[in-house]
């Protein structure tokens, strides 16, 4: 499974919630629905990613990705 965040176009924020339901039938486990911003994150199986594409409404599909510093007592890099 890869944590994955899926933005919703414009014309479907009215009806985000009904567009993570649709995510959540290709395979996606939907943790967060962010309305305001128009995001759906959660995670879902790399061959999960051409379905979530292709839900009505879904703008784009993006891993997401870490940063980690190192540690304050680390020297510098």
């Known amino acids: 499974m890869m ?3 899926v933005t919703v176009d414009a014309a479907h924020l009215a009806v985000i919630d ?9 395979g996606m486990q939907v943790e967060q629905v ?3 911003i128009g995001m759906v ?3 879902a199986g ?3 990613v051409p379905a979530l594409r ?4 879904v703008e784009s599909v993006d891993e997401e990705l870490t940063h980690r510093l ?3 007592e680390a020297g510098v890099q």
């Open 3 to 5: 944590r994955i965040c």
């Open 34 to 36: 962010l309305g305001s």
């Open 18 to 26: 009904d567009v993570a339901g649709a995510l959540r039938s290709c």
């Open 70 to 72: 190192p540690p304050p």
């Open 54 to 57: 292709s839900v009505d409404g």
């Open 46 to 48: 790399e061959s999960s």
């Open 41 to 43: 994150t959660g995670s």
